[in-house]
């Protein structure tokens, strides 16, 4: 357990941070599952949709410092690149 006021604090900040950034990396994860699951049962225009929330979701993480951002870019090629095959690009 922490001794200082300092590091007291810096505990409880650091938990208020964690639970906002959990909100932001889950919703990614979710609309990344999302996507990849409609693009395995091939519907497409729906996995359309899907694939931009996501890549909105990893941007928003991203830029919020919540993810680096290129392991959010490297997700988001990911995503491109099963989409695009899925439609024979």
Do not use: P, Y
């Amino acid at each position: 357990m922490a001794n200082t006021k300092s590091a007291i604090k810096r505990i409880r900040s650091s938990r208020r941070k964690q639970e906002r950034n959990r909100v932001f990396r889950s919703q990614a994860r979710t609309f990344i599952r999302k996507a990849r699951t409609l693009i395995d049962a091939g519907q497409l225009d729906e996995a359309q949709e899907a694939v931009h929330q996501a890549i909105s979701a990893l941007d928003k993480a991203a830029e919020k410092g919540i993810i680096h951002k290129n392991n959010a870019a490297r997700r988001k090629s990911r995503l491109m690149q099963r989409f695009n095959q899925a439609q024979g690009l």
